[in-house]
């Protein structure tokens, strides 16, 4: 079969040269679905301005029982931003997104993918562990979302990876089910964005395997400007 995978993925040929990124989005108007203009997402234009924001926030009680903020590592020129859930307790405690089980094996997907994990840009919906690696409560995603917010604002994405349901429903549509909208792309004011597994559902549930690889090939294709006409939505 044509880009079958050994080893976990697969090796791949040779990629075609990555297409910079392209600025999209400069719309004043959120970008998040059911985020009101003027909720007080950080119009910051620094990064590291608006991780020490993060770090001092106590918008919701997560940050009362975590060890850190974990706000987002890798590229902020990359073009492309991979979003999960949240800290889990390795996260918590090395203070970088996606490092634990699932994070090792989100390595070696993007890997398979040919993507260097420096090279893109990680982060959560929400910025601190909730307690017992549960999801987080939409309470919780309501009061976070102005970092992520401004962090796609400030990041100006190409491309947008939901990771897991909390990232499509937050991202994509609050009543969106992983199901049904993974492997689609979605497009909103010049951003796509396509949902797939979180690597976590991946370790639990082996025959989320196949499809998430199938994502993956999309998503590498759509980056390098190879993936041809989609049918993204609007
Ligand atoms: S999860 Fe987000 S909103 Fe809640 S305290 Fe942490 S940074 Fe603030």
Redesign the pocket.
Known sequence: MADEQPGLFGELNPPPAIIPSAPPYKSGTPFLPGLKAGEGYPDIKDCQELQAM?RG????I??ST?RQ?VFGTGSLECGIMFVGEGPGKDEDEQGVPFVGRAGQLLDKILTAAEFDRPEVYITNV???RPPGNRLPNPD?VK??RV?LEAQIRLLQPRLIVCLGSAATQAIIDPKARISQVRGRWFARAGIRIMATYHPAALLRNPDYKRPVWEDFKLIRDEYRGTGGQSSAKE
């Open positions: 993060a926030c106590q918008r919701c997560l940050r975590c903020v929400v910025k601190c919780e009061a976070c970092y």
